[in-house]
């Protein structure tokens, strides 16, 4: 009865098999504190599933597919084989395509809106703007991982506030990575 699919389709399976009473709440139960259903990964491929497509009609001498899908990503490698295969064959198949898959140390945190938290790179000029009866200072910033026109004005006071803390002349310190960013010319 590898894995489950649900407080239903498990329950069925296993009273099909054998039966209790109160089969239903311990099956509800088992599926709710399950580690292993409650596990979500913190790296992109550091949790995975395989699987094989057998019985396949021949393509380039190739008549099955291992299936190698990423838990967190969802991300999938589909690579063909031909049967009969060894663990070997299968390993080294892993190796030569899921193995060489990007992978990150520790995926960034999102938001409670599943938004990925922005890093800045630089502070590329600065002005002066009026919001209702004040002078708000905004700067605009050069995102990690985002071209430089993709650039964003932020209010300095957010700005300083929810990312970096400024420490002095046109640098800026990352308070959480402590990365010092230099300013372009402002």
Known sequence: ???????Q???????????????TTDVKKWIREYVVCQRFPDRAWSVISMDFIEGLPSSNKKNSILVVVDHLTKYGH???????????DVANEYLKHVGLAPTQDQLPLVDDQSVLPKEPVHILDRR????????????????????????????????SITLV??????SVLMSSRLRVLVCGNI
Not at 1 to 7: E, I, L, N, P
Not at 78 to 87: D, R
Not at 128 to 146: D, F, I, Q
Not at 165 to 170: A, K, L, M, Q, T
């Open 1 to 7: 009865m590898g894995g489950h699919s649900g407080v």
């Open 165 to 170: 803390v400024f420490v002095g002349d046109n």
């Open 128 to 159: 002066m703007v009026k919001r209702g009866n004040h002078a708000v200072t905004e700067v605009l910033v050069e995102w990690v991982n985002s071209f430089p026109e993709d650039a964003t004005w932020e209010p300095l006071p957010v700005l």
């Open 9 to 23: 389709v498990t329950r069925k399976r296993l009273s099909s098999l054998i039966y209790w009473k109160g089969l």
């Open 78 to 88: 589909f690579l063909p084989l031909s049967h009969p295969y060894t663990a070997t």
